[in-house]
């Protein structure tokens, strides 16, 4: 056997692994033995049918067993020989495979990149203070007034935080929307809907809430709409001057409860000073949250930039698509049309292949610093993963670990990101952490 080893990359490598006839020979007769034990012919008792019978009779699994035994053969000699550690086989080129002839295999890999670690022991994070104000604390109280609102007619102009019932007819240039952009007729003509007036959240028109405060019960009023350049939702309207024809039907005010039994006894406490300490306490948790989440962030982006490595492509390229796929889903849960993606596919994938070879950097630097510290995946480890899972998903736990013992890949997959969670979890651990005061 003769087996060369070439450098297509730092991360990739060729290896061509030639087998003499007699190695081919020994595959296929041990094939052939394979068979003609567990053979089944008519008249002869199992394992005991002559060999050409066998041969004959299971001729095109005998060949695809044959050929498949003399690439593993050759895979698995070039692996023990030149000690790879093989990430993902990018291509197999089998060549010609009959018994009596000599074998080439040649099997392209990826490979795990040679680097040194840096120092990863004290990188630099900042986190804000966890302590929560009074005026933070106010503002989440009348948050939750807010959602325990009354909202009961007014005989006045509308103003902020009032909500307006309307209905509207849109047209650009003279053309109704509603021909424009048939199948969002939402955006072309509503018999009836409520806008708040000069709200933070906007409605379905961009913009709309901002032009009806002062307006009054049976007004008839012309407002022009600038959709934004980038308006996904319905990209027709993308850039266009709308003018919508609006009839006032309704203006309803907003009345907050007040802060009384009733209201704290929905909040589950017992008076003022019990709330503000409930609020307070849940701010400080949350954001004590928010830090750790931006030292996780901070630690893994300054562990990237202590060291340059090649990236293995094919774990690039199984990233993007993963990252593609993510992106997708979460913007047509926002309503974006199917052929937006089409239309900015060649952005997109350029920013998800960047993103990509960012995340597969972190994940070689988190396997590595795993493997120094000797750090593992804990049955406890998994336990806490399907029942996190289950409570997200709505499933049995038992039936989780059901699919996850039929799925060793997902199983192996889960244990990975499991790895690189304690991992950074420990580069947390002994960061620096610098205490930075927010921007008023």
């Known amino acids: 056997m003769n087996i060369q080893l070439n450098t297509v990359s730092d991360t990739r490598k060729s290896i061509v692994v030639t087998l003499d006839p007699s190695e081919v020979n020994a595959e296929h007769h041990a094939v ?24 004959k009779r299971y001729a ?29 086989i990018v291509n ?8 009596g002839l000599s074998a080439a295999v040649t099997v392209t890999v990826d490979v795990r990149p040679e680097f040194a670690l840096p120092d990863y022991v004290g990188l630099p994070t900042e986190i804000a203070p966890t302590d929560a104000t009074d005026a933070e604390v106010d503002t989440v109280i009348e948050g939750l007034r807010t959602e325990r609102a009354d909202f009961k007619p007014a005989d006045r102009p509308a103003g902020k935080g009032d909500y307006v019932k309307l209905a509207y007819e849109g047209t650009i240039d003279g053309k109704p929307i509603a021909e424009l952009a048939p199948d969002k ?5 509503v018999p009836q809907t409520w806008e708040e007036v000069e709200g933070a959240q906007e409605g379905v028109i961009p913009g709309l809430g901002q032009q009806i405060a002062g307006v009054k019960t049976g007004d008839k009023k012309d407002v022009a709409i600038v959709f934004p350049a980038d308006f996904a939702a319905v990209p027709a309207l993308a850039g266009k001057t709308a003018n919508y024809a609006l009839t006032i039907q309704e203006i309803r005010e907003r009345v907050l409860p007040e802060l009384n039994e009733e209201f704290f006894k929905s909040q589950q406490v017992d008076n003022l000073d019990a709330l503000k300490s409930s609020v307070r306490n849940n701010l400080k948790m949350r954001k004590d949250y928010d830090n750790r989440g931006a030292q996780r962030r901070q630690v893994t982006e300054a ?5 340059e490595f090649g990236i293995p492509q094919s ?5 993007t698509q993963s990252v593609l796929r993510q992106f997708i889903e ?62 997200r ?42 205490t930075i005061q927010p921007k008023a």
Do not use: H, W
């Open 60 to 88: 095109k699994e005998i060949a695809d067993e044959f050929k498949q035994k003399v690439v593993s053969k050759a895979y698995r000699s070039a692996l023990e020989k030149e000690k790879l550690e093989v990430l993902n």
């Open 330 to 391: 979460e913007n047509m849960r926002r309503g974006i049309p199917q052929d937006q993606f089409e239309k900015d596919k060649n952005e997109l994938y350029a920013g998800a292949q960047k993103a990509a070879v960012q995340r597969v950097k972190v994940q070689l630097l988190l396997a590595k610093i795993a493997e120094v510290e000797k750090i593992s995946v804990s049955e406890r480890d998994i336990d806490n993963f399907i029942y996190r899972e289950a409570s």
């Open 303 to 307: 562990l990237a930039a202590k060291v």
């Open 315 to 319: 774990l690039v390229d199984s990233e």
């Open 92 to 99: 197999v080129e089998e060549g010609t495979i009959e018994p």
């Open 32 to 55: 052939i033995g394979e068979f003609s034990r567990g053979a089944q012919l008519p008249g002869f008792r199992p394992g005991k049918a002559p060999a050409a019978m066998v041969i």
């Open 393 to 434: 998903s709505g499933q049995k736990p038992e039936k989780l670990v059901k699919e996850l013992t039929k799925d060793r890949d997902q199983l192996r997959a889960i244990q990975q990101n499991i790895i690189f969670d304690k991992a950074v979890d420990f580069l947390v651990s002994k960061a620096t952490v610098s």
């Open 185 to 189: 007729q939402i955006y072309g003509s």
